[in-house]
């Protein structure tokens, strides 16, 4: 059989396998997701007819849930590497049968990140300057086009091993070495570039002082080391209710520490920031005050959120530093969705408002995102969980060494 035949064989495999064969639940699922497309589609229809004045932004706040949504999807993109770094620089094997999945997840977030990007954008058929050597990008002067650079790199990279492997188990043979290793490996130094360079766009940005702090990409790293394995966590024990894949406590157990060594790391950077504005009680203290309780006597319709975020991080701390809750599957669950929802806020509007508030007329501009704004994220986030969804149906399937001609259950 040739390779040419091997490739098409594959390729109309896998899609009986995401399409066919599935119980209700996942059908249910499937349709959940396309009706959050329709209505996202329905939605940026209407923004794209009107312009960027049917959301919440202005001149004020030119940056807001589209680019929050983003800022967080680019940690979760690179949490993979936190799977990859004890399974093949450390050779840690009970981890490694997972790392895949961890792909999986940083190719559908990235995949959300270019579209959010997208929606945000005034003028959308510019979209195409993304794209490094297809766009016209101002490098090396312009750090918005590094970020666009080590993005597509790390989504090429994670697509090509991701689907190396899933050829190789379909087509019942050993995978190279010497091509996945040093493609995983490499992937290593650009998950933790893709996270630093999108902090340079914020913290190079000298007018911007609530942004302007050395600390900012080490903190974007640390929080991202929480946010995307505590969903890889709830999505492992899922597979190992519906389906007959194998996934050890042990590597369980593992992440979830890593998760809580990275915890502490991100609330202590946070805590050290927050010491420095309010004990040096500069003016630049300004922004801390509109997001923690508001400006002029007017309150801030992001204070409950960012003390909602506070909150949830101290007490998924508390969770996974202590080892008996860290294991229990209950409080790790817990833990897990904490962490989620409070660095989503940290990262989201808790990052991009206070940042444009006061503006550079000293005004205050009450942002908050608007239903268009909302439905069109949810639009996105459909898109990236139906990718991820039919990626993970596709490589359980699989890796269990069944062909595509067998009916799939799941």
């Not at 049917?54 to 967080?72: A, P, Q």
């Not at 194998?246 to 992440?255: C, Q, R, S």
Request: overall charge positive; aromatic content about 16%.
């Amino acid at each position: 059989m040739s390779a040419v035949t091997k490739i098409k064989n594959f390729v109309f495999g896998t899609a009986r396998v995401a399409f066919l064969g599935g119980g209700k639940v996942y059908y249910a699922w499937l349709a959940f997701l396309i009706i959050l497309i329709v209505q996202g589609l329905l939605s940026y229809t209407y923004q794209f007819q009107r312009g960027l004045i049917s959301t919440g932004l202005r001149d004020s706040v030119s940056w807001g849930f589209y680019i929050g949504n983003f800022t967080f999807l680019v940690g979760v993109a690179a949490a993979a590497v936190l799977l990859v770094i004890p399974a093949y620089v450390y050779n840690w094997k009970p981890i490694r049968e997972v790392v895949l999945f961890g792909e999986l997840l940083a190719v559908a977030s990235i995949i959300m990140c270019l579209l959010f990007v997208s929606v945000d954008m005034g003028r959308p058929d510019r979209f195409w300057h993304l794209f490094p050597v297809i766009g016209h990008m101002h490098l090396p002067v312009s750090i918005m086009a590094w970020d666009a650079c080590v993005l597509n790199i790390y989504l090429i990279i994670n697509l090509i091993v991701a689907s190396y492997l899933v050829y190789c188990a379909y087509n019942g043979k050993a995978y190279n070495r010497k091509i996945v290793v040093p493609l995983v490996l490499l992937s290593i130094p650009m998950a933790i570039s893709i996270h630093t360079v999108t902090a340079f766009l914020y913290n190079g940005m000298a007018s911007r002082p609530y942004w302007n702090s050395a600390i900012l990409a080490p903190k974007f790293i640390a929080s991202a080391f929480c946010s995307g394995p505590a969903l890889l966590l709830i999505l492992f024990q899922i597979l190992r209710k519906i389906s007959p894949f194998e996934i050890k406590d042990e590597a369980i157990h593992k992440v979830a520490e890593y998760m809580a060594y990275a915890m502490f790391l991100n609330l202590f950077l946070y805590g050290a920031e927050i010491f420095k504005e309010y004990y040096s009680n500069t003016h630049h203290l300004v922004h801390y005050q509109y997001l923690f309780v508001g400006l002029h006597g007017q309150s801030s319709p992001i204070a409950p959120f960012a003390w909602i975020s506070l909150i949830f991080a101290v007490i998924s701390l508390v969770l996974f530093i202590v080892p008996k809750t860290r294991i229990h599957p209950v409080t790790m669950n817990v833990g897990c969705v904490l962490i989620w929802f409070s660095v989503y806020i940290e990262k989201g509007i808790a990052l991009i408002v206070p940042g444009y508030t006061p503006d550079t007329l000293g005004q205050v501009y009450r942002y908050f995102p608007t239903i268009t704004e909302i439905r069109v994220a949810m639009g996105v986030f459909g898109i990236g969980f139906l990718v991820f969804t039919l990626m993970v149906r596709i490589a359980v399937f699989i890796l269990f060494g069944r062909n595509s001609e067998q009916p799939a259950h799941a």
